[in-house]
């Protein structure tokens, strides 16, 4: 009997053994089963393009966790898209939205642009819609731009980048620079389409600069943009659109004044300037430099060819002033233009043009408002004369008379209301 109780204990003790066994090993199997979590690292790009936050805040996760997360740009970027892991994110393109742990750190971007939209090509050019993105294009000269609406003081970043008291009241930073030697730096050579629109309010207060106006320098295409109540000023090399190579469709009003190289729209044109004018008044003294010296009502200097063009604003200077030229170089032409503005200065003062070594054809100046009767190249003429369509159509001018000067007939260059206006260019603002 004592040997068979022995025996069930024993066996009852193996049970149990086992049994505890069991129960450790399960345990410990419990205890081996680790939780994994993984980091998540928000990014921008590029980094001065805005802030991409983890609103959950809570890293690191596990995997499946759903965060939420948010893109914020700064002035003058907008938001394009999230990047990271495929299908980790609620929607690609809202600024906030969730994303989806995996399984492993990861890194989420929020991707900045610019500008307003497009990519910079010919086909789908970077969009404009403020003065920081206006200004960013000083970082991009070969691009193609378009902007999508007027600029003024009020339209973002103007306070900062281009008003009285931005950059330490010097104004506006011109886009493109020259050297000392009026050459180059840096030039924008891509193409600008203001599609109609205005650069309204513009400041610049640099008179120890070279090369200033909206563009420093220009050696691609700038067109159909106006810029309108500017106050420039500069050394030499000033307009209040700049100094460039082709210029088509463009205006501009308010007052410039430098040294040498000043004009209303181009302080230097040194390629094709068409279909444009001036209201601006300009003033500037002749300074001995190794830029070209020159003040006129539209370029001071041309070293290319001007057609289809006006100025109607005063124009004052020391030498080598015009109505709508200060100094036409060798091989230059002005063809198709006038001026009406007055004209003041004491050595080489014309009506139209200041100084002529080029050819000057089919452009006359008002001799009765500029208070000049003579010019180093085009032909002086009455008020009257200026006004009356017969003094134009006869030599070539595209021209065509309308009945009110709200009406355009855009067939042709010029329109004019005979014996009312002057000529005006079909596609102007009203």
């Not at 279909?275 to 070209?292: F, I, P």
């Given at each position: 009997?004592?040997?068979?109780?022995?025996?069930?204990?024993?066996?009852?003790?193996?049970?149990?053994?086992?049994?505890?066994?069991?129960?450790?090993?399960?345990?410990?199997?419990?205890?081996?089963?680790?939780?994994?979590?993984?980091?998540?690292?928000?990014?921008?790009?590029?980094?001065?393009?805005?802030?991409?936050?983890?609103?959950?805040?809570?890293?690191?996760?596990?995997?499946?966790?759903?965060?939420?997360?948010?893109?914020?740009?700064?002035?003058?970027?907008?938001?394009?898209?999230?990047?990271?892991?495929?299908?980790?994110?609620?929607?690609?393109?809202?600024?906030?939205?969730?994303?989806?742990?995996?399984?492993?750190?990861?890194?989420?971007?929020?991707?900045?642009?610019?500008?307003?939209?497009?990519?910079?090509?010919?086909?789908?050019?970077?969009?404009?819609?403020?003065?920081?993105?206006?200004?960013?294009?000083?970082?991009?000269?070969?691009?193609?731009?378009?902007?999508?609406?007027?600029?003024?003081?009020?339209?973002?970043?103007?306070?900062?980048?281009?008003?009285?008291?931005?950059?330490?009241?010097?104004?506006?930073?011109?886009?493109?620079?020259?050297?000392?030697?009026?050459?180059?730096?840096?030039?924008?050579?891509?193409?600008?389409?203001?599609?109609?629109?205005?650069?309204?309010?513009?400041?610049?207060?640099?008179?120890?600069?070279?090369?200033?106006?909206?563009?420093?320098?220009?050696?691609?295409?700038?067109?159909?943009?106006?810029?309108?109540?500017?106050?420039?000023?500069?050394?030499?090399?000033?307009?209040?659109?700049?100094?460039g190579f082709a210029v088509s469709r463009c205006y501009s009003s308010g007052s410039v004044s430098g040294s040498d190289g000043v004009g209303g729209l181009m302080g230097g044109s040194i390629g094709k300037l068409s279909y444009s004018?001036?209201?601006?008044?300009?003033?500037?003294?002749?300074?001995?430099?190794?830029?070209?010296?020159?003040?006129?009502?539209?370029?001071?200097?041309?070293?290319?060819?001007?057609?289809?063009?006006?100025?109607?604003?005063?124009?004052?200077?020391?030498?080598?002033?015009?109505?709508?030229?200060?100094?036409?170089?060798?091989?230059?032409?002005?063809?198709?233009?006038?001026?009406?503005?007055?004209?003041?200065?004491?050595?080489?003062?014309?009506?139209?043009?200041?100084?002529?070594?080029?050819?000057?054809?089919?452009?006359?100046?008002?001799?009765?408002?500029?208070?000049?009767?003579?010019?180093?190249?085009?032909?002086?003429?009455?008020?009257?004369?200026?006004?009356?369509?017969?003094?134009?159509?006869?030599?070539?001018?595209?021209?065509?008379?309308?009945?009110?000067?709200?009406?355009?007939?855009?067939?042709?260059?010029?329109?004019?209301?005979?014996?009312?206006?002057?000529?005006?260019?079909?596609?102007?603002?009203?």
């Amino acid at each position: 009997m004592k040997r068979m109780h022995s025996l069930r204990r024993h066996h009852y003790l193996a049970k149990v053994s086992i049994f505890l066994l069991a129960i450790a090993l399960i345990a410990g199997m419990v205890g081996c089963t680790e939780v994994l979590e993984y980091s998540l690292t928000m990014r921008a790009n590029p980094v001065e393009g805005g802030t991409a936050t983890d609103l959950t805040g809570a890293s690191p996760y596990t995997a499946g966790t759903v965060v939420n997360i948010r893109a914020v740009a700064n002035p003058g970027y907008r938001f394009v898209n999230w990047g990271g892991p495929a299908g980790g994110f609620l929607s690609l393109t809202d600024e906030t939205t969730t994303f989806t742990m995996p399984d492993g750190d990861v890194t989420v971007t929020a991707n900045f642009a610019p500008f307003a939209g497009g990519s910079g090509t010919e086909t789908d050019p970077y969009q404009i819609a403020d003065w920081y993105q206006l200004d960013n294009v000083r970082n991009y000269l070969d691009s193609y731009f378009i902007l999508v609406n007027d600029l003024n003081s009020t339209t973002a970043g103007y306070t900062e980048l281009a008003s009285p008291t931005a950059h330490g009241g010097r104004g506006w930073q011109p886009i493109g620079s020259v050297n000392a030697s009026c050459d180059p730096v840096d030039p924008f050579t891509g193409t600008f389409d203001g599609q109609g629109h205005e650069v309204r309010d513009l400041f610049i207060n640099r008179p120890d600069e070279n090369g200033v106006g909206l563009f420093g320098v220009a050696l691609g295409l700038i067109e159909k943009v106006g810029v309108v109540s500017a106050n420039v000023t500069g050394g030499v090399g000033v307009g209040i659109l700049g100094n460039g190579f082709a210029v088509s469709r463009c205006y501009s009003s308010g007052s410039v004044s430098g040294s040498d190289g000043v004009g209303g729209l181009m302080g230097g044109s040194i390629g094709k300037l068409s279909y444009s004018y001036s209201t601006a008044s300009v003033s500037g003294g002749h300074a001995v430099s190794s830029c070209t010296p020159g003040v006129g009502g539209l370029v001071g200097e041309n070293e290319g060819a001007i057609s289809d063009c006006y100025a109607t604003g005063s124009v004052a200077g020391v030498g080598t002033v015009g109505g709508l030229v200060g100094w036409n170089y060798f091989g230059c032409t002005v063809e198709r233009s006038y001026s009406t503005g007055s004209v003041t200065g004491s050595g080489e003062v014309g009506g139209l043009v200041g100084h002529n070594d080029g050819t000057v054809t089919k452009s006359p100046w008002d001799t009765d408002t500029s208070g000049r009767a003579t010019s180093a190249g085009g032909t002086g003429m009455t008020t009257a004369q200026m006004k009356d369509f017969a003094t134009f159509s006869p030599v070539g001018w595209n021209i065509v008379t309308v009945a009110d000067p709200s009406m355009r007939n855009v067939a042709c260059i010029w329109n004019i209301v005979d014996g009312v206006t002057y000529p005006f260019l079909s596609w102007q603002p009203v």
